[in-house]
């Protein structure tokens, strides 16, 4: 089955513990994002990976970490967590596309962390 | 920056009656896309429908539909013979063409409640 998989689902954790939230897909997408969905703002995009070893920053990058060293993963790390970052995360990947040919993006389950 | 606004924190609806959820968005790009994502109790983000802005044409899946104004920037999604698992809450978001970061640019959500 295609899919997108998080881990864990649910985390709930100190501050200043790292953590680290894996995301794998199985269908050979090029691309791959990470977002957090706060009540009221919707999802922010975080990092983005347009292919292996190739990363940058989304709208909030501030206290995340990202790697991509294999095309499957795209592991999303907090190294000193702390409550403001409290929130729902989604891992979503693509195919990538030139010009107006569109790929749907595929949404892992989310994980929800609490940082206490 | 693009922006999409959704200025309905909250709906409800009888069960079989007709709703439309209202979406508001700011660009200066010609080409671009926009989605309605429906997000249940379960978390998982699933798309219900697409439109592309090069087409006039209103996209239309089964019973949703999308009344797509491009000079007003409006994106309203429309649900017909609704049923109680259309609960959930709905997200408009958009996509530019040319950014080669495929980031979705997303509203705050519409929580839909459905009233037996």
């Known amino acids: 089955e295609a899919q997108v998989t998080q881990n864990p689902r649910y985390l709930i954790t100190v501050t200043g513990k790292k953590l680290t939230v894996t995301c794998s897909q199985n269908m050979n997408h090029e691309y791959m994002s990470w977002y957090r969905q706060d009540p009221g703002l919707g999802l922010r995009q975080i990092y983005y990976?347009?292919?292996?070893?190739?990363?940058d920053k989304g709208d909030v990058p501030e206290g995340y970490k990202v790697s991509r060293k294999e095309k499957r993963n795209f592991p999303l790390i907090l190294e000193s967590p702390s409550p403001n970052q409290t929130s729902l995360y989604f891992c979503?990947?693509?195919?990538?596309?030139?010009?107006?040919?569109?790929?749907?993006?595929?949404f892992g389950p989310g994980t929800r962390l609490t940082v206490l | 920056a693009q922006t999409v606004t959704q200025s309905q924190p909250e709906m409800s609806v009888q069960e079989a009656e007709t709703v439309t959820l209202s979406c508001t968005y700011d660009t200066s790009e010609s080409d671009y896309y926009l989605f309605w994502y429906k997000q249940p109790p379960s978390r998982q983000m699933i798309l219900v429908i697409r439109q592309e802005a090069y087409k006039q044409q209103n996209a239309t899946e089964n019973r949703f539909s999308v009344n797509f104004q491009k000079a007003a920037k409006s994106f309203s999604l429309k649900i017909s013979d609704s049923q109680l698992g259309d609960a959930a809450m709905y997200f408009c978001a958009y996509r530019s063409t040319r950014n080669s970061n495929y980031q979705l640019i997303w509203g705050a959500g519409t929580k839909l409640i459905i009233k037996p």
């Open positions: 990976s347009m292919n292996v070893e190739v990363t």
């Open positions: 979503a990947s693509s195919l990538r596309t030139s010009g107006r040919a569109y790929n749907e993006q595929f």
